[in-house]
Antibody, heavy 120, light 108 residues
Framework: EVQLVESGGGLVQPGGSLRLSCTAS????????MHWVRQAPGKGLVWVSR????????TYADFVKGRFTIFRDNTKNTLYVEMNSLRAEDTAVYYC?????????????WGQGTLVTVSS | DIVLTQSPGTLSLSPGEGATLSCRAS???????LAWYQQKPGQAPRLLIY???SRATGIPDRFSGSGSGTDFTLTISRLEPEDFAVYYC?????????FGQGTKVEIK
């Protein structure tokens, strides 16, 4: 059974930092691109960042560029995102999602999400 | 970045009725890079359709996707009680991934 389990969310003050983790099992993690997608309370899905299978290439949405860093450890089947200079508007549930290798591009598996609240 | 606009925002229907959800892109999207997801309250999104028209594993055949270029459609042939949810389209292209704003399918 495929599982993606996020952790690390919580309450943080504006300007603070947080590291989220996503541990994968049940599929070949090292062959999948991985993404972070977030959802503010009551709002829609917003793509945040992506990393390729070996971690050599990353892409970010403009609104997190320079503040968030995505990375992975394929020996631990774990994806991370380091979030710095957090703002109130970063408050959201953060999901990790996998993108399988192949011709098509889509998110086949999702974690249950971890809530990040940025507030003083 | 490509903007996806979904319509309608809300669809009020009864179980057994059919639903047609639209997703329009601001630029042409490769069919291989258009997907649909279902999300229920408090749950993570679930993949329904990829490649514009291919059903994901375990998805009932009452769900179907179609379209090309800038216009894509998700059709639910006969709504079951568990189908009332929010549906999102999503595209991938040029190292950017975007979602539509969602269509809520609610019980009438």
């Amino acid at each position: 059974e495929v599982q993606l389990v996020e952790s690390g969310g919580g309450l943080v003050q504006p300007g603070g930092s947080l590291r989220l983790s996503c541990t994968a099992s049940g599929f070949t993690f090292s062959r999948s691109w991985m993404h972070w997608v977030r959802q503010a309370p009551g709002k829609g899905l917003v793509w945040v960042s992506r990393i390729n299978s070996d971690g050599s290439s990353t892409t970010y949405a403009d609104f997190v560029k320079g503040r968030f860093t995505i990375f992975r450890d394929n020996t631990k089947n774990t994806l991370y995102v380091e979030m710095n200079s957090l703002r109130a508007e970063d408050t959201a549930v953060y999901y990790c999602a996998s993108e399988p290798s192949g011709w098509y591009s889509y998110f086949d598996f999702w974690g249950q999400g971890t809530l990040v609240t940025v507030s003083s | 970045d490509i903007v996806l606009t979904q319509s309608p925002g809300t669809l009020s229907l009864s179980p057994g009725e059919g639903a047609t959800l639209s997703c329009r892109a601001s630029q042409s999207v490769s069919s291989g890079y258009l997907a649909w997801y279902q999300q229920k309250p408090g749950q993570a999104p679930r993949l329904l359709i990829y490649g514009a028209s291919s059903r994901a594993t375990g998805i009932p055949d009452r769900f179907s996707g179609s379209g090309s270029g800038t216009d894509f459609t998700l059709t639910i042939s006969r709504l079951e009680p568990e189908d009332f949810a929010v549906y999102y389209c999503q595209q991938s292209g040029s190292s950017s991934w975007t979602f539509g704003q969602g269509t809520k399918v609610e019980i009438k």
